[in-house]
C-alpha cells in the first residue's frame, strides 16, 4: 500500500486559551526536565513580512529562561513544535552555568498565533 503520512494539523489559540498553553508548556517542560526559571508572553504587533491575515491573528511571542542539558532541550524542543497547538522555535541562546557544565541557562523565544 501507498499511503501517504498524515500531517499533523496544528490549532491557532484563541485570546482566553493563552493560559493553558502556557500551562502546557510548562507541563511538556516538567516531563522533558526542563527546570523553567521565567515564562511570560506578549502579543506584537506583525511584521511585512508575516504570511497570516493581520485581521484575523496576532502574533504572540513567549519568552522562557530555562536550566537543561543539551539533550533535555532538544526532546522539550521537539515536543513543543510536535504538540497540537502550532508553535515555533523563533531563537534560543545557550550560556554555560558555572560551575555546573552540565546544565545550560537557556533563553528561548517561541512564537503563535492568537485568532481575533
Known sequence: TNQKPTSKVRKIISDPEIVSLLQSISEIANKDGIQIMQIKSSK???TKQEKVPADK?????ITLDLMSDYHHFGKFIND???SQTFIAVQ???INSQQPDYIKQRISLVLK???TK
Open 44 to 46: 506584537e504587533s506583525q
Open 57 to 61: 491573528f496576532t502574533p504572540l511571542v
Open 80 to 82: 513543543l513544535e510536535n
Open 91 to 93: 531563537s534560543f541562546k
Open 112 to 114: 503563535t498565533y492568537v
